[in-house]
């Protein structure tokens, strides 16, 4: 029996065997954009009304429409006009995602586990969990980005005991999104979590895409940046350029007759893309730096960093988050466009394997300490100490064991137990005081 994770994206889907969809929808966009559909996955799940349905409105060049207050695409067919909902686009996704899966496998797929970003509402988990269903899956969980993506490398799996801090950082094609993670216990708790649509891939592609457009100019005395085909065609020779950048030191653009017959080429450095790119790199560190003042972090408290999403590639993205987090782990050995449909195969394996599970649930509810539960004490200087003994999220019920150091002659022992807020100086809260007579 074969399992296989799916990471629906906002610009590419990807099967945990790997193979994209999207690239060729690239190509669509020269020939037919106003029939090509992007980002359906940020207006999936959504009333026309919604603030991210009318920003996708605003931006998309295949028209959208309101059709019982519900958004749908105007699609011209050359003999009539459709009307396509979300939905059903999504559904055309996740059957091409089965038959690449099926391929790859060489036999029927159903079992999947599909993930969702973390701040995916119910109406927009419940409109991919069924597209899914419609298109074939037998959906066995819904899982958040940032935990597939800890999976696929076994954080908190293998040594399960005590707690740590996870950064998850996801540069997808139009979207960036920096999450923290706690571990504890082999369990994952999202602490916080920022989302910018405006910051992708394709932002570097745009970018990109301008210089070329300046050097034709340059070139040839004529200007392309009001022409949309010309300007398409630049986009989708930035992109192959972009992706050969992060593997060599330069790329070569060449387009064929992009404006009025002529040929174009170009020759582009890595140094030359990253000083293009320079401001969106430092726009695409800085929610790091926002996230952590958010959750009252440093970067010395973050044990890993993970790289998720197909843009994370970018040596220069990679080199700015190891300055910023020196001493800290930074995971990239699974390629980043892989990473959170890996860890969807990985929890759909477990799945499967377990039939005992209650498949149908999204998630579970375990009871949790709220904040640290710690030990007061005193040391040899008479100065007080707390302990933690269980620390905040360890999952309940719990047991600890710690050994208190005295001397021979003491006839009795009274411990108090706190409920901590950090600084644990700041402790304030009695919980228990438990006198023990020798």
């Known amino acids: 029996m074969a399992a296989i994770g799916v990471h629906f994206g906002y610009t590419c889907a990807c099967v945990a065997v790997f193979k994209i969809v999207g690239i060729a929808a690239k190509q669509g966009r020269i020939r037919n954009a106003t029939n090509t559909v992007v980002k359906v996955k940020q207006i999936l799940g959504r009333h026309y009304d919604d603030p991210d349905a009318q920003a996708h409105r605003e931006e998309s060049k295949c028209i959208v429409v309101n059709k019982s207050d519900l958004p749908r695409y105007e699609i011209d067919t050359g003999e009539t006009t459709k009307y396509v909902s979300p939905e059903d686009v999504a559904k055309l996704i996740f059957h091409k995602m089965k038959e690449t899966a099926q391929s790859a496998l060489g036999s029927d797929v159903k079992d999947a586990v599909i993930t969702v970003p973390f701040e995916f509402g119910e109406m ?58 706690e571990v504890n216990s082999g369990m994952y708790r999202v602490l916080a979590t920022q989302t910018d649509h405006r910051t992708g891939g394709e932002s570097f592609t745009h970018e990109l895409a301008q ?26 020779s930035a992109d192959v350029a972009k992706h050969t950048l992060s593997t060599l030191g330069s790329a070569n653009c060449f387009v064929d007759s992009l404006y009025d017959g002529m040929d174009f080429e170009c020759n582009v450095s890595r140094a030359r893309f990253e000083l293009i790119c320079s401001s969106l790199f430092n726009k695409s560190i800085q929610p790091i730096k926002s ?84 030990v007061k004490e005193v040391d040899d200087s008479g100065s007080e100490v707390f302990t933690v003994l269980f620390p905040s999220g360890t999952p309940l019920p719990a047991r600890r064991q710690h050994t208190l150091h005295g001397p021979g002659s003491l006839s009795s022992v009274s411990l108090e137990l706190y409920q901590a807020q950090r600084p644990i100086a700041q402790v304030s809260t009695l919980l228990s005081d438990i006198s023990v007579q020798t």
Do not use: W
């Not at 958010?294 to 994370?312: E, R, Y």
């Not at 220069?316 to 969807?344: H, T, W, Y």
């Open 291 to 374: 996230l952590l003042e958010q959750v009252n972090l440093s970067t010395s408290d973050i044990n890993k960093v993970v790289l998720c999403g197909g843009s994370a590639r970018i040596p220069k993205l990679q080199q700015m988050i190891r300055d910023l987090f020196p001493d800290v782990e930074l995971l990239n050995s699974i390629p980043p466009d892989e990473v959170i449909p890996v860890g969807a195969a990985m929890q759909a394996g477990i799945l499967v394997g377990k039939d005992s599970l209650a498949l149908g649930e999204d998630s579970i509810t375990v009871d949790c300490c709220a904040s640290d539960i710690t």
């Open 124 to 181: 927009q988990k419940n409109a991919l969990r069924q597209a899914a269903e419609s298109a074939g899956f037998n959906v066995l969980r819904l899982i958040h980005e940032p935990s597939a993506a800890l999976l696929a490398y076994g954080i908190g799996q293998d040594s399960p005991l005590g707690k740590s801090h996870v950064l998850v950082y996801k540069l997808g094609g139009t979207s960036l999104s920096v999450t923290v993670l």
């Open 211 to 236: 210089h070329l457009a300046a050097e034709f100019k340059k070139t040839f005395k004529q200007d392309v940046m009001g022409n949309a085909r010309a300007m398409l065609k630049l986009m989708n």
